[in-house]
């Protein structure tokens, strides 16, 4: 299993700005996607933006144009920039990375870090 450390959350006004870090350590031989999902109150946890080994991206309609992921081979991890951000937005985020390492190929997930958008 490995380390996943989340930050860069917090409370920002509606229009603001945030960027959150996820780094991976551990026993990782290969990543072939890291992601990030949401979780808001009452509801299921979606996935918000994905990023895969070859460095395609994949994003939720409702964060397109807004969110930018991006990656750190060298150093195992993800970025998600937000911009333009709205009270919808308030939701835990999860960081999630898909790997191959010593237990074989897992699915791995932050504790979440706390995102509020209000004013």
């Known amino acids: 299993q490995v380390q996943l450390v989340e930050s860069g959350g917090g409370l920002v006004q509606p229009g603001g700005s945030l960027r959150l870090s996820c780094a991976a350590s551990?026993?990782?031989?290969?990543?072939?996607?890291m992601g990030w999902y949401r979780q808001a109150l009452g509801k299921p946890r979606d996935l918000v933006a994905a990023?895969?080994?070859?460095?395609?991206?994949n994003y939720a309609d409702s964060v397109k144009g807004r969110f930018t992921i991006s990656r750190d081979i060298a150093k195992n991890t993800v970025y998600l920039q937000m911009n333009s951000l709205k009270p919808e937005d308030t939701a835990v985020y999860y960081c999630?990375?898909?790997?191959?390492?010593?237990?074989?190929?897992?699915?791995?997930w932050g504790k979440g870090i706390v995102v509020t958008v209000s004013s």
């Open positions: 551990g026993s990782i031989f290969s990543i072939f996607a």
């Open positions: 990023i895969i080994s070859g460095g395609s991206t």
């Open positions: 999630n990375v898909d790997y191959f390492g010593v237990s074989g190929r897992r699915d791995d």
